[in-house]
Structure formats: C-alpha cells, structure tokens
C-alpha cells in the first residue's frame, strides 16, 4: 500500500526536511469561525488532514479546484492541523492509482455555516458616564456575552465620549440607536432582542 504522505526534499537541500508532501482528495475548504477560507480538508484513505493554507493559494479553491478532485499539498505539521507551502493538481496517472486504490471517494459537500451579522454594542467609558453607572453596564454586559454561547456573535466595546454626558450612562445599540440613563438590566433586554 502508497504512504499516505512522502518526505518533500527541496533542491540542494541536505539536512532532512520537516515538510512532507500529503496526497490525496479535496475534500472542501476549512473555514475559520467567521466563514472565511483558510485552507483545505485533504482526504487520504480513511484519513482527513486540516491543512492551512497562505493567503496567496487560498483563491485556488474557489477558482480552479473542486471538490472531489486529487491533490498534492506540501505542508508541515503545526499543533492540530498542518500548515501548507504549496498546492499543485496530482497529475492523471497518480490520481488514477489513488483512485483505484482508495475508491472514488464522495467530496465531503460544505456545510453552509449560517453567517450571523457581527453586533456591537457601544458604551460610553469616559467621564460622567463611566461613573454614573457606565462600567456596571459594561461588566455586565461583557458577562453575559460572554458566559453564552447564543451571543458569540455579539461584542461589547468601551468607547469615548458619545456627546450626551447630561443623559448618561450611554451606551449605542448595533442598530444605531442610543440609550440614555439605561441601566445594566435595560442595557441586557435591548441586546436579547437585538440578536
């Protein structure tokens, strides 16, 4: 049976070298919490590698491969998953030879992550309003986000004056809308329904 990755030696290179070349299926793309590409899953065999790719392969995915379609991807280990260096096609009679031996295997489809829109929630630090009630809600705030899960999405963010210090505390909404004199149990309300 093929290895399932073999050593890469770089031109004139003497020392062994850390980077191996993995072969095998594109299985779609990794993507990062926010749904943007990063990389590629890579399957061999019964064996699916997370590979990182720099930023300058990354639009290969979208443009010239699909899933389904055999690669070889020279990359390193690094923590969890590997870290490529380069991305070519497999040529014909080596895709053919993994295909005969591993099957045709069924690209894994993307699972659509549903793209939550980023909230932020603005509350005043400075001066009066900090002082009148404005780091309470900002606490308290900050825990709810994050103690759940449900409010990944959603950041709360200290900022400089809003112009209203008569009004204070003050905090804005990801809407838009400004909130005078609001308290931390108001301020939480307004951000459950803004989810």
């Not at 870290?83 to 069924?106: K, V």
């Not at 759940?148 to 112009?163: D, Q, R």
């Amino acid at each position: 049976m093929k290895p399932l990755y073999e050593p890469a030696v770089a031109y004139g290179q003497s020392a062994p070298p850390t980077g191996q070349v993995l072969k095998g299926q594109y299985a779609g793309a990794y993507r990062s919490d926010k749904g943007r590409i990063k990389g590629l899953l890579l399957r061999a065999g019964e064996t699916e590698f997370t590979i990182k790719l720099p930023k300058y392969l990354r639009p290969m995915l979208v443009r010239e491969l699909a899933p389904g379609e055999f690669v070889q991807v020279w990359a390193y280990p690094e923590d969890d998953r590997w870290r490529a260096i380069n991305l070519l096609p497999l040529p014909g009679c080596e895709a053919e030879t993994l295909r005969q031996q591993w099957g045709d295997l069924a690209a894994v489809p993307e699972s659509p992550q549903p793209k939550q829109k980023r909230l932020c929630i603005e509350v005043c630090s400075k001066g009066k309003c900090f002082k009148q009630g404005g780091r309470q809600i900002y606490n308290e705030l900050q825990e709810a986000v994050d103690g759940n899960p449900e409010l990944s999405h959603v950041s709360v963010k200290a900022t400089g004056c809003m112009k209203a210090c008569k009004h204070g505390p003050n905090l804005r909404l990801p809407s838009g809308q400004m909130l005078h004199r609001a308290s931390p149990a108001e301020a939480l309300a307004r951000l459950d329904t803004k989810r």
